[in-house]
Structure formats: C-alpha cells, structure tokens
C-alpha cells in the first residue's frame, strides 16, 4: 500500500509540474506579446463582490469594475461565465465574443483557475437569479503558475492547510470568517479598555532577564551589546513598573513567547492581554473578565449563548464564583479547612490514589491543587471563578489576610478548561524579594522554568505600588471559544510548523542513506533480530524498551494497514548499539544491522530515531516520523505506569499521563522537547500522539511482557 502511495504521490507531482510548464508557457507568451500582468502596477476598482450582493437594488443596471481571483470557468462558444472571489463574496461574470472582440476573447479563454482578473461590466440578475456582472472589459492582473488544488475536495489536509495558509483562506470561505471574528474580538476588547480609561502601551519583547511567569524561555544574542536576552513569557513586572510610575490603568495586548510542547492549546508563540489597575482587587477583575467575554460574544455572535464543540455555555455576567477549597468539597466531599497539615494533607493523597510527582510537592497547598485538578476542573463547564488559591502555587498573588495559607488570586473555567488568571498584586517588596529567592533556588536546582531574580522590579516596589488588581486573559483560547474552534492552530494566521525538508540532502558524512532506494521488504525474520538483539543488550530495562516500541510500531502498523512485520522490526532495532556503544549511538547501528543484511530502508529508519541527537538522518516518512515520536514517549508512559498502584499502563487516562508530561522532574531522562517535536513532525496535535501511544500500549502490554519474560528466561 505504501508503494502504491508513493506511486500515487509522485503521479501527482508530474501532472502539477506539467500543468505548471503549460501555465509559464502561457506567461512567456504574453511577455512575448508585451502584455505581462506582472507589468501592472494598479487597477482602479470601484466596488466589491459583497456591496454588489448586499445592495443590488442600487447597482442593477450600473457600470461597475470589479477583480478578484477566477475559481470558476465555463466557456460555451462564444459565450462563457466565469466566478471571481475577492475578500468579500463570489461573483459571476458572463463574457462574450460580442462584447470584447475577438481578440481579447479569445485571450480570456486562455486564463486559467487562478488567474487574478479585473472586470468592468453593467449589473443585471440571469434567468436563474444570480447576480451577476456583464462584461465589457476584462484584464488579466496577475498569472496564476500553480494550480489550485481540485474544486470538489479543496485543501483539506490539516497540516497543509496550516502550512498553505494562503491556499486554505482561498479553498475555505469559513477559515477566512474565523480570522474576520479575530480581528473583531481584538477590536471590541480594546474599545471597551480604552472607553474605561486604560492606557494602551507597549513593553520590550527582549529582556535580560526572564521573568513575571513560570515558562522556559526562548533565548537569543544581542550582537551590539554582547549579550544573552530573553523573548518575554509575560508582560507583568514592566506593567507593574508603569503602576508605580503614576499610571492608574494600563494594558498591553500582544505575542508571548514560551519554549514548550504544543498541543491543541498551546502554541510556542501566543498572543495575551494583561491589564493592571491601581485601587483595585481581584474582585474587580472578575467583573472585567464578565464584561469582556460577554461582549465580545455579543460582537461576534449577537447572543451571549454560545456552543463550543457541542456544549452551550451561556456568558450572560453572574457567573459562579467558589473558593478552590469549597470546590473540592462540592466535588469529592473533602473539606480541606478541616486539614491543617502538610502530612494530613498527604496522607489523604495516598488514601484517594491521587499522585504527587515529587517530594517538593509534598505540602498542603500542592495537594489542594492536585485534588482540584482531579475532582473539578473537568466538571466546570459553565463560566465559573475558582477563588482563593494556595500560596504555595501563587507566587506573585497577595496573601489573604483571614488565612495567609492562601492568596487573592482566581482563574476561570469554561468547557473544563482555563482562560484567564487574576491576581490582587503583590506588592510587599520584602515578601516578593523572597518569593524570587525561591524562584532563584530552584532555578539553580534545575528547573528551566523558575523565574530570576529582578532587583530592579525589587525596587520599584520599594518606590512604592499602590493596591492593584491584575488580570491575564488568553487571547487566542477566547477566540477558539468564541468561533467554536477545537485547536488553537485554527485561530493563528501562521502557527509554528516544523519546516518540510525536501529529503535530498546528504543525511551522514560516512555514508549517504536514502529511504527511497528500497521496497518495504522484510529481508529479516523476528528470530534472526532478537538473536542480534540478544548479542548486544543483556539488560532488562533496554530489552523492555526494543518489545516496547516493536509492539508500538506494530499497533500503528496494523492502524495505517502497513507492513507490521517491517514497522516492528524498526522498533525493536532502533536501539540496538546503544547498550554496548552509547557513545557512537545510531552510527554503530549501520555496522550491527548489516551483520544480518538489514536493508537500507531499515538502516534509515533506525539511524533517524536518533535525529538531532546523536544522528543527523532526518526522519522521512510517517513510519519514521512515529519512530522518532513515540520512541521517547514510551519511556515517560512507563514511567508513569510505576507510579500506579497496579504498576500497569490499562488503568492509565490521559489526564494521569499529562500531569507527568507537564512535570519536567519527573522521569527528566525522557525529552519533552522530542515528544512534541515528534507530534509536529507528523502533523499531531501532541494530545493526539500522547493518547495514541498510550492505547498502543495498553492493547500491547501483555504481549510485551510476555516478550521480555521469554528473553530473559
């Protein structure tokens, strides 16, 4: 199947380049002729698709010049209509020899599906109804040399359309709606800021030093100043700044850049609103966030009811508001005012199977936190404020004054999800100078994500900062929200892809490998590999890893009806140097596999699981690409299966397998980085790769412990 595939694929190919060749000879021709469109440096419309629809009473019968792209032709003799679509509607044109001439006639039917054209013509209604454009003129404005892809399917392969955004705005009128609702939600949010008195203001997106969020940065060089900056995780601490500088209310909406996985909610480069304002609490940050949501829905919708992927939620303003604690009291019948120590605390954790990822985690707020994520963020499906969060996981929120265990802090939840987060600020210069001490401390333990010391917002609020609320809003979740999206790669113009390689680079100094010079034949039997296998691995662990990621390759094999033989015997070779030449991992490979004359597509596959690592052999195809992704996953999965009662990945759910992902302490051996770029690199969401590998496993564990038992027996 994937040699027809291959077939099919590059049959494409050659009819897009022949189609190509016979657009440039088009072009080439009318250069010849001295009428190149890319000559034309303007054309004078006076109307667009969508006016003409909208007031056709006021245009029938009216010279009018229209352009746009052609997406639909049919000619018929000496008469013919044609479609063009500008940003606004679609619009027929009917042309006709005894209108142009011959000449310009005949051009005309050379243009094709593509072609952008200008139209000057009288408006009139054909015999079926259809408003439409006579025309009298017509002129070719620029070329089209590639073909749009085939009217009836159109662009719908996801991750070309995220790549192609241009093709996918033009194939798909409802992706070009969404981006309209953007545009108008960013619009009403600013107005309704700027009409209660906000300054509207701009902060550096380079800093020296990373700070205002828990978030791996993105780094770069400063070449003039020779130093190191940082791309902004958040604009906090300089809108802070402006507070004790005498501005009362300001707000900055733009990019924020965070060094993390992606998924469906998350892309490396998002865009937020923060807004601070002086005199005020977290109270009133709730009635901010009603009043925004509630608005914008009423911009964009007419209604403040909406439907999210099936489910109603109504953003009317009055929305529940509940402390974290009696939340979870409402949920699971825990009530953690009754609970006063850290040992309480976790000695219940271990009573309800909830678990904790490290000993750091081991005090009363974390526990509150870990049983709030799993007996009630799910459940909060209408908009709702959870209130009162623990110190522990607030560091930059005011303490309460009735229980200084806890701060005044809220985030709120809609369709189980978060969308913003609020704080009354922190504004004790001696207690935050303690609080970046401990971001400091755990930097230096190894944590990517803790802040740095700032000594310079350290004095700023020795200056002095009034009262202040603050509040933090995703921008793109909200618009997910509100244009009923399921992926934040919906609502992003540009969202970050991984580059497509074109495969014809030399992958190695020592020895050129191809994946396209061999047929998927299994010239090896599973007895001849695991006698290989069994000469260079003795211990346990990497046996239990190459039955692993066999029986995984063998699942996803089986799932794109491919040859599981050859998908398994990538998996359970793809580490089989690296217990006996961990230094020259992925190279000592093409030694071994030769031994039992492994062919060079199975060579390529086991030397591109190591990409960007200890390889430079870039992962092709799908097979390979589910190779590289899942080879790291399986690890942290079995990890967190030893972390369970019953030791077994069967009774593992996402949400358990998440947590450890988020946790960079945990299993810290396995490479979030590779996970997500594995996810890229096939076009997953990383939601998508982490469940599909976890049910791989759970449908093969059996078969991979009776594997191992036998190989050690």
């Not at 021709?29 to 056709?56: H, M, S, V, W």
């Not at 799910?378 to 009162?388: A, G, M």
């Not at 803790?450 to 995703?474: K, R, V």
Request: one cysteine or more; proline letters at 3%.
């Amino acid at each position: 199947m994937q040699e027809n595939n291959n077939q099919n694929k590059e049959t494409e190919e050659l009819d897009i380049n022949h189609l190509m060749q016979i657009r440039r000879d088009k072009l080439v021709e009318l250069q010849q002729e001295g009428k190149d469109p890319y000559q034309i440096t303007k054309f004078d419309r006076n109307c667009t698709a969508g006016e003409i629809k909208e007031n056709y009473d006021e245009f029938e019968g009216q010279d009018v010049t229209v352009c746009g792209r052609i997406i639909a032709k049919r000619i018929m003799g000496k008469a013919s209509f044609c479609t063009i679509q500008d940003s606004d509607e679609k619009i027929q044109s009917y042309v006709s020899i005894n209108d142009l001439g011959e000449e310009s006639y005949k051009a005309f039917k050379t243009w094709d599906i593509g072609d952008i054209i200008g139209i000057t013509g009288f408006v009139f209604k054909t015999r079926t109804e259809e408003i439409s454009v006579h025309a009298k003129e017509v002129t070719l404005l620029s070329k089209s040399l590639r073909p749009l892809p085939e009217k009836f399917h159109g662009l719908k392969d996801v991750d070309l359309r995220y790549r192609q955004r241009y093709v996918d705005l033009i194939m798909n009128p409802e992706v070009k709606k969404t981006f309209e609702m953007r545009s108008q939600i960013i619009t009403e949010i600013r107005r309704i800021l700027d009409e209660k008195g906000y300054l509207e203001v701009d902060t550096p997106m380079l800093n020296t030093i990373s700070g205002g969020a828990t978030a791996k940065p993105f780094m770069t060089h400063h070449n003039a100043l020779n130093i190191d900056m940082y791309l902004r995780i958040a604009t906090e601490l300089n809108l802070k700044r402006l507070i004790v500088g005498g501005y009362d209310k300001v707000y900055e909406m733009g990019r924020i850049f965070r060094n993390e996985g992606m998924d469906i909610r998350h892309n490396p480069e998002f865009t937020t609103i923060e807004l601070y304002e002086a005199y005020a609490d977290y109270h009133d940050m709730m009635d901010m966030v009603e009043e925004l949501f509630s608005k914008c829905a009423m911009k964009v919708r007419g209604t403040t009811t909406v439907t999210y992927q099936g489910q109603e939620i109504d953003l009317t303003p009055g929305w529940k508001r509940i402390s974290m604690i009696d939340a979870i009291k409402e949920a699971c019948g825990v009530d953690f005012n009754t609970i006063n120590t850290d040992e309480e605390a976790v000695a219940l954790a271990k009573e309800r199977n909830i678990e904790i990822p490290d000993k750091t985690k081991e005090t009363r707020g974390d526990v509150i936190s870990l049983f709030f994520d799993e007996y009630v963020e799910k459940t909060l499906v209408q908009p709702t404020f959870i209130y009162d969060y623990p110190i522990e996981i607030s560091p930059l929120a005011k303490r309460k004054k009735e229980d200084p265990r806890l701060t005044e802090r809220f985030e709120v939840f809609i369709g189980g999800r978060e969308y913003g987060n609020a704080f009354s600020e922190l504004n004790d210069p001696i207690d935050q100078y303690e609080r970046f001490k401990k971001q400091v401390e755990a930097r230096e333990a190894g944590d990517e994500e803790a802040g740095m010391m700032d000594e310079d917002f350290i004095q700023a609020l020795e200056i002095g900062m009034p009262p202040t609320g603050g509040l933090g809003i995703g921008i793109d979740r909200l618009i997910m929200l509100l244009t009923d999206s399921p992926s934040i790669r919906d609502v992003l113009l540009f969202p970050t892809m991984k580059p497509i390689h074109n495969g014809n680079e030399r992958k190695t100094k020592e020895e050129p490998i191809s994946s396209k010079t061999s047929k998927r034949e299994v010239n090896i039997n599973r007895e001849d590999a695991i006698k290989l296998l069994k000469k260079y691995n003795k211990e346990e662990f990497h046996i239990r890893h190459a039955f692993t990621v066999e029986q995984i390759m063998r699942y996803f094999a089986k799932k794109y009806h491919e040859n599981e033989d050859f998908w398994g015997l990538a998996g359970l070779l793809h580490d089989i140097d690296y217990e006996m030449y961990p230094e020259q991992h992925c190279q000592k490979a093409i030694e071994i596999l030769k031994e039992i004359n492994g062919n060079e597509e199975l060579i390529h596959a086991v030397c591109s699981h190591g990409y960007g690592i200890c390889s430079d052999v870039i992962p092709e195809d799908t097979m390979e690409k589910i190779l590289f992704a899942t080879d790291e996953l399986s690890g942290l999965i079995w990890a967190t299966a030893k972390m369970r009662p019953s030791q077994s990945t069967k009774d593992m759910e996402l949400k358990s397998l998440k947590k450890k992902y988020k946790d960079k302490k945990f299993a810290a051996g396995c490479s979030r980085e590779i996970i997500s770029n594995g996810a890229t690199a096939l076009g997953w969401e990383l939601d998508e790769l982490l469940q599909s590998t976890l049910e791989a496993m759970q449908e093969k564990e059996d078969e991979i412990q009776k594997s191992v038992k036998q190989y050690m027996g």
